[in-house]
Nanobody, 127 residues
Framework: QVHLVESGGGLVQAGGSLRLSCAAS????????MGWFRQIPGGERAIVAA????????DYADSVKGRFTISRDNAKNTMYLQMNLLKPEDTAVYYC????????????????????WGQGTQVTVSS
């Protein structure tokens, strides 16, 4: 098992930046494919970005391409999401998630593929 804790959320003006972190503890972090998801009230949890176990493959939702960057540091057991040029429509609760049994260089974008989830961190972008 792995335990995930997100941090770095907050309130920011449109056009600003935030960096989310996801700290993992438990089983070897590099064993897991990782992803960031977000959810608005009444909505479904949706992929924001995913990164492969080796960190070399990434995938992004079309709405964040060119603005967000996902990365991971397996030595520090931490995943990051750098969010630039934030828009009010980016407002949501952001969750990090881990998927076991994944291929080393492949990303996974379906929420159903992920077994472990953090508690979420709120990101609010004001206009």
């Amino acid at each position: 098992q792995v335990h995930l804790v997100e941090s770095g959320g907050g309130l920011v003006q449109a056009g600003g930046s935030l960096r989310l972190s996801c700290a993992a503890s438990g089983r070897t972090f590099s064993s897991y494919g990782m992803g960031w998801f977000r959810q608005i009230p009444g909505g479904e949890r949706a992929i924001v970005a995913a990164v492969s176990r080796n960190g070399l493959s990434t995938d992004y939702a079309d709405s964040v391409k060119g603005r967000f960057t996902i990365s991971r540091d397996n030595a520090k057991n931490t995943m990051y999401l750098q969010m630039n040029l934030l828009k009010p429509e980016d407002t949501a609760v952001y969750y990090c998630a881990a998927a076991s049994g994944t291929i080393y260089s492949i990303t996974y974008t379906s929420p159903g593929r992920y077994e472990y989830w953090g508690q979420g961190t709120q990101v609010t972008v004001s206009s």
